[in-house]
């Protein structure tokens, strides 16, 4: 037990120094990064196409190729479409590091703080 | 273990100091990098503690004398259930779980803040990191759990008789889970008033956690006096003790921060009030703690003295000055946006309500610290007691309750007297038929209490009028029929109508206590068996005397001296009580000898109580043991004689035959016994009072994950909307 406690102690150790130093390892953090940008920009291209078939969908309404009730079930479709994929994009929305990003209060708050 | 355990507590403080430096850097040069690493240090902090905590239990589970505070305040009679409690009974323990609550809390606080606020919670990460550096470097250098004997002792002190109580095993950790919750928004408080970002945001962030320290400090303190009442062996619930109060004081100013923090979010007010006023309950949550574990105020609650005065108070000092700097410094920032436009609104209700919650806060601060004012000035220590405590707090409890009906129904900004006929009008006329009724049942005797249970009764009419006005609307708005519509209503207003259910709780517990407290019957007499005396209406006979010993793991554990009581009324039976006192050995086996240190250790009294909805009767036993003197010395002596003959095996039984001899006698011929009678209207009602706050609070604390998730999709609909409109 007295040549166990040490080994434990030191993995403990390991796991803290692993778990806290995460954030701040560069090169997962950037892979990690370009691969959120990619997912990104993929998911605003949905939200683009998909409103895109909003307003073609109301488009066919207002030159009578749909009926209102037809148009009224797609068109809560589509936006309940839409608004899975804006909750994607704000799910991988991670906090910006970059300062100039910061609120203005932030930067007022740096000067008080 | 005992290795590992002290080494998570040094990797703790470790990481407390790596998190406070990492978040204050990534605050200062804006890298969002560093705040995450301070934020998964708190996380660090918490896996640290957990796993400390852990092997302390084990310990004490395995009864492992060889940590040394494992064989001071548990041993192998000790139940295991009691056995896992006394890990918290010791100072160390205690000091432990308050880290390991503190890491548990801020981990949650900060996962679920991690993307908002963000210029904020580099700040309060640090705050609340500089709380678990403070606790764990007490433990690490002041206070270490983990020390072990070179020797370790085959049997244990034991767990302190008077904490073998279920309650008991719970109370200490739900305060504790109220003074580290209180951290949160205190530590969210200096980030936001360091940054100068003092709108409502980071009080929407951590309004729950403020909330969550109200609900556990509430249910700790009523625990507590549940115990008081059930083991104590005194027939109170509250005796304005310094322990009893260094809990009441955060919770009280936590109730005025709990209020007073929907002004700032409804219109902007109050801001210097609130951050004064969290402020002030993160520094009282400390001197709580304090309090318990000093052993400077003399109390029937502190379980030791410490020689953690310093550091603590430093702790203390530090709050206090850094608290008075950030609200003077950022006055300007804490401007209010409005000011109050009548005193006949809602707004005022609140602010009275707040001013009422820290006058009694103060009340109580003042006659609890009032032995050291007077030491100080005077030289002499002069305790003040209840009757002082009462000649304050009752005034103001009776404009609290009033402020209880009043606000919750008030109009905002300017009442009306159209507005306030309809709030009012029923509520009014259900106190003055109250008073009525009780002016005509003959209950006259107290006006204090007349006017606090009509003043009640406003309170109680008051939320039931808001749930059945609200319950109509949701009808008429959905067609639902009545019940469905009532838990609709609740489930889609559970800080308001949990709010409603926690002034319904304390209405009714207040009815209790002016009950309970000015029409009792107490009777202290001593009573031969085949007596009797009376209690109010009731006649209490001593039937016969009791007597027994309890045995675990081949030793004596206790011995136990009762009585049987029979009480009648009118000629009726009513009940059979059977209170009793039971005795733990002393550990000064060579001062009282080995039969002797049972009659000089620590004694419980388990009392005997009929509990009703309309009165308790209560009583406790003192038994005389002076007649038995010549059997203990005989015992003492034998045992005395005999001990090179026999073996520790032979001992115990020898020494258990005694025992059961000397309590055989007992109940043989027992002496006279002395009594403490008590026939109390409503005490039932301060316990289902608190039942009902706790339900509230539960209510109120609930999330909401329907209503947030309706919000939301909301918010994307209309984003969609505008997005599409910009298009």
Known sequence: MDVLAPLVVIALLGLVVLLVSAPLRGGRAEAEAQRQDARLADLQAAKDAKYREIREAELDYRTGHLSEADWRLIDRQLRA????????????????????????????????G | MAQVGAGCLILALATCVYGIGASLYGAATGRGQWVASGRRSVYALFLLAAAAFAVLEVAFLRSQFEFAIVASHSSTTTPPLYRAAAAWSSQEGSLLLWLFLLGLWSSLALFLTR????????????????????????????????????????????????LRYPAMMIHPPMLYSGYTLFAVPFAFAVGALVVRRVDAEWITATRRFGLAAWFFLGVGIILGARWSYAELGWGGYWAWDPVENASLLPWLTGTAFIHSVMIQEKRGMLKVWNASLVLTTGILAVLGTFLVRSGILDSIHAFGASTLGVPFVTLIALMIVGSLYLVVSRRDALRTEHRVDSLLSREAAFLGNNVVLVGLAFVVFWGTFFPLISEAVTGQKAAVGPPWFDRYTVPLALVLVLLTGIGPVIAWRRATWANARRAFALPAAAGVVTLIALLALGVGASVTSLIMVTLCAFAIAVALQELWRGTAARRAMSGEPAPLALVSLVRRNRRRYGGYLVHVGVAVLFIGVAASSAFQHAQDTRLQVGQSTRVGPYDVRYVRATSGIDVRAGDVERIRFGTVLEVTMDGRHVTTLGPDRSYYPSQAILAFGPVGRYFEGEATSDVGLKAGPLRDIWTAVQPDTSRLQPLIDKGDRLLERTASRLTPRQRSILLAQILGGLVSRYAQDPPPAQFRFLASPLVSWIWAGGLLVFAGGLIALWPAADAARRRARAGYAARVARELGRA
Do not use: H
């Open chain 2, 115 to 162: 993307r908002r606020l963000r210029d904020v919670v580099p700040y309060a990460q640090a705050v609340l990191l500089g709380f678990g550096a403070f606790f764990a470097a007490l433990l690490v250098f002041a206070a270490n759990p983990f020390e072990t004997a070179a020797l370790a002792p085959s049997e244990g002190v034991g767990l302190n008789p008077l």
């Open chain 1, 81 to 112: 479409e839409a608004v899975t994929i804006l909750r994607r994009i704000d799910e991988l929305a991670e906090p910006d590091p970059r300062p100039a990003e910061r609120g203005p209060q932030a930067a007022s708050g740096r000067r008080g």
